[in-house]
């Protein structure tokens, strides 16, 4: 069993949810988050406009970031799936296929393993309970 967790544009989230529900999968849980991307600052695009003095103060992070527009947090869906092992390929391919742009912030994908899970109402276990 496995958890699958995707990072997602807002915009795209309806297009996913219908094309995991034609594929199968209708069951997620969505929740917003924000983040950002590992994309450093430039200085050189500001350095012009700074004397010596003020440009070694913008090293310092905290300011770094507030003028910083790659920096800022982004908001994003988090999109939650629980699969048997053997139907991962199929839901990763999907969500792949439904979010490319080719484009920086189409996302990320993680998948992580799931020792048991539990439905309350029947107490099924493994499988059973997804």
Known sequence: MKEIMAIIRMDMIGKTKEA????????ITCKR???????KIDFS??????????????QDKKI???????HRL??????IILSKDEDVKKIV??????????NPGDGKIFV?????SIR???EEIGDAAI
């Open 45 to 58: 695009l500001i350095k012009d406009y700074m004397t010596g003095e003020d440009i070694s103060a913008i």
């Open 64 to 70: 770094a970031e507030q003028i910083s527009e790659v």
């Open 93 to 102: 391919d999907t969500i792949i296929e439904t979010n490319r742009t080719g």
């Open 120 to 122: 309350i109402r029947t």
């Open 74 to 79: 982004i908001s994003k869906r988090l999109v």
């Open 20 to 27: 995991l529900a034609e594929i199968g999968f209708p069951s």
């Open 112 to 116: 992580i393993p799931v020792t048991d």
């Open 33 to 39: 988050v924000l983040g950002r991307g590992k994309k």
